[in-house]
């Protein structure tokens, strides 16, 4: 089992930045990838951004966030998401992803609301 626990949320004026975070507990070695979507209301969840879990942390993102959104990580437990040049269509619950290729499993946090107003 892999808990998840994100903080960082909050809400930001058009052009402002937030950073996320998110800390994974458990199993955190059978984490193979992780992640942030995000779920606008009335909309369906989408992907935000990934980054492999061991050395390199390959990175891959939604077009919509290219540019201006960066995520890292600290090592296996802990990744983050800087939001920079935020718009008003941001703002969704963001929710932290972990994929456990070893058990073909996903496991997600509970979710943090990000609000950017115009």
């Known amino acids: 089992q892999v808990r998840l626990v994100e903080s960082g949320g909050g809400l930001v004026q058009a052009g402002g930045s937030l950073r996320l975070s998110c800390a994974a507990s458990?199993?955190?070695?059978?984490?193979?990838?992780m992640g942030w979507y995000r779920q606008a209301p009335g909309k369906q969840r989408e992907l935000v951004a990934t980054i492999t879990s061991g050395g390199g942390g390959s990175t891959n993102y939604a077009d919509s966030v290219k540019g201006r959104f960066t995520i890292s990580s600290n090592a296996r437990n802990t990744v983050y998401l800087q939001m920079n040049s935020l718009k008003p269509e941001d703002t969704a619950v963001y929710y932290c992803?972990?994929?456990?290729?070893?058990?073909?499993?996903?496991?997600w946090g509970q979710g943090t609301q990000v609000t950017v107003s115009s």
């Open positions: 458990g199993s955190i070695f059978s984490i193979n990838v």
């Open positions: 992803n972990a994929y456990a290729g070893l058990y073909s499993v996903d496991y």
